[in-house]
């Protein structure tokens, strides 16, 4: 069965630091992975996706996630952190079955 | 324009009520579907439905039953609301099995 992991449930960095945060997951295929962002408060916005091809994808916001076959993992980094990225992640992986992390909190240090 | 959008933004009534929540989405998708967020932020989902029929129903009480006018609607009715019902629900939708777009979520709160 699919599953993801976040393994950090709180981060906290400051601002105008890098950013990576962690996500493995667990599948029978070529996995579709996805980063969510969710605001507080607020829906979930698409960060970035990978389906297939380059294994650097970027997003919005200056957001980028790299996918490793290797190593299970679509970890999201960020160059320079902004006060307003502090917010709920969430990896997820799969197509209409879609499975969630438990998400990793981002504080941002002014 | 809202692409997924839902009604109401927030739901607080009383144990044992009947209650509906309005999810539309005008992308044009062809998949609808319904997730529970719980307070620790846990995203699960409840429901898919592909051109009105129901193709994925997670292990959800019978009380949750969806309801597809048609493509671009998907509501959710819960019976006999229970406490632990309490918490967000998001409509989303996508076009085949590719990427879900979200609505901005409907609080409920049960008493």
């Known amino acids: 069965a699919q599953s993801v992991t976040q393994p950090d449930i709180h981060i906290t960095v400051s601002e105008g630091a890098s950013l990576e945060l962690r996500c493995n997951y667990s599948?029978?295929?070529?996995?579709?992975l996805f980063w969510y962002v969710q605001s507080p408060g607020q829906g979930l916005q698409l960060l970035l996706k990978y389906f297939s091809g380059d294994t650097l994808v970027q997003g919005i916001k200056g957001f980028e996630a790299e996918f490793k076959r290797s190593q299970s993992s679509f970890n999201l980094r960020k160059p320079s952190v902004h006060w307003s990225d502090a917010a709920e992640y969430f990896c997820a992986v799969g197509a209409r079955d879609m499975r969630f992390g438990a998400g990793t909190r981002l504080t941002v240090k002014p | 324009d809202t692409a997924v959008s839902q009604t109401p933004k927030y739901l607080v009534t009383q144990m044992g009520n009947d209650k509906s929540i309005k999810c539309e989405q005008n992308?044009?998708?062809?998949?609808m579907y319904w997730y529970k967020q719980d307070s620790k932020k846990f995203l699960k989902i409840m429901f898919s439905?592909?051109?009105?029929?129901?193709?994925i129903n997670e292990t959800v009480p019978n009380r949750f039953s969806p309801k597809s006018p048609d493509k671009a609607h998907l509501n959710l009715h819960i019976n006999s609301l229970e406490l632990g019902d309490s918490a967000v629900y998001f409509c989303a939708s996508s076009q085949d099995t590719r990427t879900q777009y979200f609505g901005p979520g409907t609080r409920l709160l049960v008493l």
């Open positions: 439905y592909n051109n009105k029929e129901l193709i």
């Open positions: 599948y029978g295929a070529t996995p579709y």
């Open positions: 992308l044009g998708h062809d998949t």
